[in-house]
Structure formats: C-alpha cells, structure tokens
C-alpha cells in the first residue's frame, strides 16, 4: 500500500540557509501534519493542512512557512537556519471521515542537519 | 500540566513478561486514542486505536477510561522485538470537527532482555 513519502530523507545545511522539505500524503488523505522531532524529544506538532488550508499552528518558528498544495502535497519551507533547527521533521497524513478514529501514519522522516 | 502524560520509562523487562504502560490526557472531549510504536531514528507507527470499549490484537491490549481520563496499553508475553519507545497519542478534537493536530506524550521507552 501507498506510504507518506517524504523527500529528502537526508539534508545538510549552513547556518542561515534555506531549505525545503517535501511530503506526498497517502492517495485521497484530505490532512497533512508537519511534526519536529529532536534528540530524545516527543514529536512537536509544527502545522496542519485540511483541504489546503491551514487548519493548525503550533511551536512552528515565524522562520518557518508551509502551505498544501492542489495534488494535496506539502511543502516546509525554512529560511534562516539555526543550529537548533537540526532535527527528524515528519510529515502524517490522515483522512478525515467525521464518524471514526483519525488515524495518522506517518513518513519516514527527513533529517535536517544544520552546521 | 502537559496535555498527554505517560509514564516515564525506561521499562527493562525479561523475555516473557507481561508490562503495561498508562498514559493520561487532559481534555475531557478528546475522542480520539492511539498507541504509536517508535524505533530509534525511526517514524511512529501506529500500534493500534484505541476504542471505547477497549480493543486486543495479539499481545497487545488497549483500554480506554474516559471518566479517569486514561489510556493503557497492556503488552503479553514481550518479545525482544517489542523494544522501543511507545507513545501515547491523543487527538483533542471531537470527532468529525476537523483536523486539529495530535498531541504525543513523551513517549515510554521499553526494553525487553533476553
């Protein structure tokens, strides 16, 4: 079955670059979920995108933009990179029926490495 | 207090044996419950949903208390691939209100030794 894919799985970039970050959700997921996950951290929820709207905002840096776009993917845009920016960034996508749980399965992650 | 607390780990456990983890979250209206599996440097994957009446998949038992506002997992019989980090996972939203984000707990990690 289809997965989440997520591109690029590996990234390395300077201080004060930019970078981007690419999620395919699972054909006919309405949501996407943008997650950062440090060292030894729980996965912090960034943003959310229902229909290719912004639906959520959570801890994402001002620094930090994104949007859904019409084939449903989603892109993680960051300018302006800080060595603290150096995480595992998941992206989950989920369908939204409105009668059941709203499960989420997540890519496989790509990690971003700021030198 | 954090939206989803889980206990803390890290749970060392013998081949064999039986472990639960709990897990608790703060919004009465949450409607939604999951246990995600995480492997190091891995993606959570989901484990199972959790439903209201409390659901079994092999070794693996989740229940839900919605009055103490609790979830558990109950893992039998632990396998040595069974060691990883478990997280609690609740979606704060009535059902079919939309698409507000899950909330993780810290995740509990379990070891499991020959």
């Known amino acids: 079955a289809a997965g989440v894919i997520q591109s690029p799985r590996h990234l390395i970039k300077e201080k004060r670059e930019t970078a981007t970050l690419k999620c395919y959700p699972i054909?006919?997921?309405?949501?996407v979920y943008w997650y950062q996950q440090g060292p030894g951290q729980d996965p912090q929820f960034l943003i959310s995108?229902?229909?290719?709207?912004?639906?959520d905002k959570g801890s994402i840096p001002d620094r930090f933009s994104a949007q859904q776009f019409s084939d449903y993917h989603s892109e993680l845009n960051m300018s302006s990179l800080e060595l603290g920016d150096s995480a595992l960034y998941f992206c989950?996508?989920?369908?939204?029926?409105?009668?059941?749980?709203?499960?989420?399965?997540f890519g496989q992650g790509t990690r971003l490495t700021v030198v | 207090r954090k939206e989803v607390e889980q206990d803390p780990g890290p749970f060392n456990v013998p081949e064999g044996a039986t472990v639960a983890f709990n897990c608790t979250y703060s919004?009465?209206?949450?409607?939604?419950f999951f246990w995600y599996r995480q492997d190091c440097r891995k993606e959570p994957k989901l484990l199972m949903s959790?439903?209201?009446s409390g659901n079994e998949d092999g070794r693996f038992t989740a229940q839900l208390n919605r009055a103490s506002q609790y979830i558990s997992l109950l893992i039998r019989d632990s396998k040595l691939s069974d060691s990883a980090t478990y997280l609690c996972?609740?979606?704060?939203?009535?059902?079919?209100?939309?698409?507000?984000?899950?909330?993780f707990g810290k995740g509990t990690r379990l070891s499991v030794i020959a």
């Open positions: 989950a996508s989920s369908f939204i029926p409105g009668t059941a749980n709203t499960e989420a399965f």
């Open positions: 054909p006919r997921h309405d949501t």
């Open positions: 995108f229902y229909e290719k709207m912004q639906s």
């Open positions: 919004n009465s209206a949450s409607q939604s």
């Open positions: 959790v439903y209201s």
């Open positions: 996972v609740v979606n704060m939203s009535p059902l079919g209100s939309g698409n507000t984000p899950l909330v």
